[in-house]
């Protein structure tokens, strides 16, 4: 059974950077149909897509915060994670890391989310 | 940037009732569509991808159709265990993610 487990500080103070892990269990971020992203919901709103990385360490960011995120992945501890700096009470958000799984073959691939952490909450406040 | 919108914003439904949710893109997006199913306090969990194939464990009353800029989630005998927010969500040839805005159904 696969699971995902998110861990980090849940206060970081305004200015400050967030750093949050993911560790995987049951499978392996080097396995080359996943992909392994970060995904964020601030109180009371929807969905947001962060980032993605995959285990040769390519990547991919939501344009309206890839200038403050990166990610990165730990193929020796099984673990990915975000940084996201300069951080605001904007960020608050419960985040969750995600695997992005790649369904079919050739061009009839399909992409989404199939397995995900329980989510932890971060709050921005001095 | 592609726009996902879905409607309606609520749904209010009865138990064995069939519920449909509508979600729309701002361009197309072929068959590049999954939605999520959130209940309070819990992740989402993947119900659909490739906007028609349930994921594994779905139950069979759950089923998605469309492609290109429109899509439909139909939930055929609506359960208790279903009263939820429904989210679609997009990606686009850079597999960039886009999530709607969410569809939330409760007990009418």
């Known amino acids: 059974q696969v699971q995902l487990q998110e861990s980090g500080p849940g206060l970081v103070k305004p200015s400050e950077t967030l750093s949050l892990t993911c560790t995987v269990s049951g499978d392996s971020v080097s396995r080359d149909n996943h992909y392994w992203s970060w995904i964020r919901q601030s109180p009371g709103k929807g969905l947001e897509w962060i980032a993605y990385?995959?285990?040769?360490?390519?990547?991919?960011?939501n344009p309206s915060l890839k200038s403050r995120a990166t990610i990165s992945v730990d193929t020796s501890k099984n673990q990915f994670s975000l940084q996201l700096t300069s951080v605001t009470a904007a960020d608050t958000a419960v985040f969750y890391c995600a695997r992005v799984t790649r369904f079919g073959s050739g061009s009839s691939n399909s992409y989404a989310m199939d397995v995900w952490g329980q989510g932890t909450t971060v709050t921005v406040s001095s | 940037e592609i726009v996902m919108t879905q409607s309606p914003v609520t749904l209010s439904v009865s138990p064995g009732e069939r519920a449909t949710l509508s979600c729309r893109a701002s361009q197309s997006v072929s068959s590049n569509l999954a939605w999520y199913q959130q209940k309070p306090g819990q992740a989402p969990r993947l119900l659909i991808y490739g906007a028609s194939t349930r994921a594994t464990g779905i139950p069979g009353r759950f089923s998605g159709s469309g492609s290109g800029t429109e899509f439909t989630l139909t939930i055929s005998s609506l359960q208790s265990e279903d009263f939820a927010v429904y989210y679609c969500?997009?990606?686009?040839?850079?597999?960039?993610?886009?999530f709607g805005p969410g569809t939330k159904v409760d007990i009418k």
């Open positions: 990385i995959f285990y040769s360490g390519s990547t991919n960011y």
């Open positions: 969500q997009q990606y686009n040839n850079w597999l960039l993610f886009t």
